[in-house]
């Protein structure tokens, strides 16, 4: 990512942090609309899941500029998701639920840059993640 996408990322998300029960709470309603299915995988209190969502959320934009030293945390995650039965083509569907949840927490301040640079750092750890899940059922089977 360039720094002026880093920088968009960080410079949102900010503006999201002071809202992030409410994001939270948004991000769920719109996956389980995008793909109702989902709802199963959930077996715990939304609240806390959307405390945890956020945190790690935090943690990686924040981070964002130099993300070497999260990838093994990423890649636990996503190997954890295996477990909760998290399928491949879930995180195009979580991808699209957090771009709307942006769109909808930032109005006006979540531009076509700004929406785009979002779309650019989840399809990169997405795709980090998705890799992590592959390498991990490929060990289990």
Known sequence: MTPLQIDLVQDSFALIVPRRTEAAAIFYERL????????ALFKNDLAEQGRKLMQVLVTIVRNFDDLGPLLDSVDYLAQRHVGYGVRDEHY????EAL???????LGVSFDE?????????????????????????DLAA
């Open 92 to 95: 195009a569907i979580v991808g």
């Open 113 to 137: 840059r700004t929406e785009r640079a979002w779309g650019y750092a989840y399809t990169i750890l997405s795709g980090r993640m998705i890799r992590a899940a592959r390498e991990w059922r």
């Open 32 to 39: 389980f609309v995008l793909a109702p299915e989902t709802r």
């Open 99 to 105: 771009i709307e949840t942006l769109r909808e927490c």
